[in-house]
DNA sequence: CTACACCCTATACTTCGGTATAGGGTCAAG
DNA sequence: CTTGACCCTATACCGAAGTATAGGGTGTAG
């Protein structure tokens, strides 16, 4: 019974009245009853879904995502196993990710401790190996 | 002396021709030479600009980040401590993100697997905890 | 009545690293 | 001379998740 505007919901959720409207664009959420002017009236149910939405996506999961689990929610076929694959899947993706940016850092940190021990002890040749095997180049160098 | 036309680099170096006028559009490249009738010659020297451009991309520098290396080089003053920062700033962030990624995915796996052995040991009250985790509301349910 | 806070819609813009398309020019072979 | 491969510019578009702005309506307090 008790209904919350636009801006009440927004700042209660801690977004603001655009990602709201967002959200409705995109159909992650239907649109909310009107008061007799046109104003959003957010019921329970809408506060309900809409903090379900936020607590997913800080679980890491995209709108896209969400609104898959919504559909089936709203289809009252949300099964336990329909969420156990998409979280599976989701973990599977994200240990791709996490092993990738690994393996970009394991590439990145030596250079990084080839400069650090050439700046405390200068090569007498005056390049620094890690900046030759980067650039490719050497040091400076014109035309 | 040796000049190669756009279709001949973007081949040579794996891009399209379109990435090539991107490169140069967005200043990471200086725009090259011109034949009497308007095509691009790209020197040696271009060539092998295009070539770092690509060896420190495949290390996880956004353009950006390499363009910055490339004004500094223009400027000759790409210094083996402006590259060991830049580096080392870079690992950072990729630590970050690794670091935000593993939580995300510890915060997850634990609901895979509660829903796992739900499925293969459904409680008595037949309803997944996980899923009552997740979605805060229970099961489905109606208005 | 008027100021002000709040609400509405529609549209454009943001980042990033390009890709796609439209509409035209150049050049060598046949 | 025409065909076809190649080149040019300019512009729009992609995904993701919004943010910003313009231009207007509503509701209440003084
Ligand atoms: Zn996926
Ligand atoms: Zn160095
Ligand atoms: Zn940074
Ligand atoms: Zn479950």
Redesign the pocket.
């Known amino acids: 019974m008790n209904s919350?505007?636009?801006?009440?919901?927004?700042q209660k959720l801690g977004?603001?009245?655009?990602?709201?409207?967002?959200?409705?664009?995109?159909g992650l959420i239907p649109?909310?009853q009107?008061?007799?002017?046109?104003?959003?009236?957010f019921g329970d149910r809408d506060v309900a879904r809409l903090s379900f939405i936020l607590r997913v996506?800080a679980l890491g999961?995209?709108?896209?995502?969400i609104k898959e689990i919504l559909l089936l929610y709203d289809g009252e076929s949300l099964t336990c196993q329909a969420i156990r694959d998409r979280l599976q899947h989701k973990v599977q993706e994200l240990d791709q990710k996490i092993h990738r940016l690994q393996a970009l850092r394991n590439e990145l940190a030596p250079l990084v401790k080839e400069c650090q021990s050439f700046l405390s002890q200068p090569s007498p040749d005056g390049e620094c190996s890690a900046l030759r095997d980067i650039t490719g180049i050497g040091g400076n160098q014109d035309a």
């Open positions: 919350l505007r636009t801006g009440e919901v927004a977004l603001s009245a655009q990602t709201l409207y967002f959200y409705e664009r995109i649109s909310p009107r008061s007799p002017s046109g104003y959003r009236l996506k999961l995209s709108l896209d995502e």
